[in-house]
């Protein structure tokens, strides 16, 4: 890419974000889900374009419930100029997790496919920027760099990232989820350890951002918590995976 693209971030039943993707032709939305992990095509969409899936990977929800699906390869998904090569995707049917009426989506766009594409989330714009090296240095000058953690389930193929929270004993790890569509989850050894209860209002300090207030949610979490849309909202996040960069 010679220039920065924006795309829309269309909203999905005014609770999930997506994305058009271009497959072989074909144009399809696909969900944007930071905490996915992996990205997929439904099953319908792998009969579609003539791909018998293959294999088993397995993981884990942020809940410890496994989740396991087959996968296919060499698949390139067109985003905006991009045209992103994958070696593996998941082949997964998310349709299944999503009330029966509601429109059909062809798949989850996670991290994993941006690992060496730069780019821009900014909800309250409902943009998704496609960035050049040059385009984030701008966007990005005089912002502050978050400390961040990369995860890697199934096989390696996955990713997830996470972002700190400073707590007076050490820093807590929080994944960082627009898939998320309500409060900061937080697991309960978290929970007690920042002094708050499940529905509480309490101030968060993001490291390498400062102070962040929101509601919370205690859950029985395998992470220390999450980070969801009070977190996006009202701010633009920037990633440079490649380089272990996040900005906000």
């Given at each position: 890419?010679?220039?920065?693209?924006?795309?829309?971030?269309?909203?999905?039943?005014?609770?999930?974000w997506t994305v058009e993707v271009e497959i072989e032709g074909e144009r399809v939305d696909f969900i944007l889900d930071t905490a996915a992990g992996m990205t997929c095509i439904t099953p319908g969409l792998a009969d579609r374009l003539g791909r018998a899936p293959f294999g088993r990977l397995v993981g884990h929800r942020m809940n410890g419930d496994p989740v396991s699906?087959?996968?296919?390869?060499?698949?390139?998904?067109?985003?905006?100029?991009?045209?992103?090569?994958?070696?593996?995707?998941?082949?997964?049917?998310?349709?299944?997790?999503?009330?029966?009426?509601?429109?059909?989506?062809?798949?989850?766009?996670?991290?994993?496919?941006?690992?060496?594409?730069?780019?821009?989330?900014?909800?309250?714009?409902?943009?998704?920027?496609?960035?050049?090296?040059?385009?984030?240095?701008?966007?990005?000058?005089?912002?502050?760099?978050?400390?961040?953690?990369?995860?890697?389930?199934?096989?390696?193929?996955?990713?997830?990232?996470?972002?700190?929270?400073?707590?007076?004993?050490?820093?807590?790890?929080?994944?960082?989820?627009?898939?998320?569509?309500?409060?900061?989850?937080?697991?309960?050894?978290?929970?007690?350890?920042?002094?708050?209860?499940?529905?509480?209002?309490?101030?968060?300090?993001?490291?390498?951002?400062?102070?962040?207030?929101?509601?919370?949610?205690?859950?029985?979490?395998?992470?220390?918590?999450?980070?969801?849309?009070?977190?996006?909202?009202?701010?633009?996040?920037?990633?440079?995976?490649?380089?272990?960069?996040?900005?906000?």
């Amino acid at each position: 890419m010679t220039r920065a693209v924006t795309l829309p971030l269309k909203r999905y039943q005014d609770l999930l974000w997506t994305v058009e993707v271009e497959i072989e032709g074909e144009r399809v939305d696909f969900i944007l889900d930071t905490a996915a992990g992996m990205t997929c095509i439904t099953p319908g969409l792998a009969d579609r374009l003539g791909r018998a899936p293959f294999g088993r990977l397995v993981g884990h929800r942020m809940n410890g419930d496994p989740v396991s699906m087959a996968r296919c390869g060499n698949l390139e998904l067109g985003i905006g100029e991009a045209v992103i090569g994958h070696t593996t995707v998941g082949v997964f049917d998310l349709m299944k997790l999503l009330p029966p009426e509601w429109p059909e989506l062809a798949g989850i766009l996670s991290l994993a496919s941006f690992r060496d594409q730069p780019f821009s989330i900014d909800v309250d714009r409902e943009a998704l920027t496609l960035e050049t090296a040059n385009s984030l240095i701008e966007r990005c000058e005089g912002r502050p760099r978050l400390p961040m953690m990369e995860a890697r389930q199934m096989q390696g193929f996955a990713l997830d990232l996470f972002l700190a929270l400073e707590t007076e004993r050490g820093r807590l790890w929080l994944e960082l989820d627009l898939g998320n569509t309500g409060l900061v989850l937080l697991a309960p050894h978290a929970a007690e350890l920042l002094g708050c209860a499940d529905g509480d209002r309490h101030e968060l300090d993001v490291a390498g951002l400062g102070s962040f207030v929101s509601e919370v949610a205690v859950k029985d979490l395998i992470y220390d918590g999450n980070l969801g849309a009070t977190f996006f909202a009202g701010r633009t996040l920037s990633f440079d995976l490649a380089k272990g960069g996040i900005w906000a």
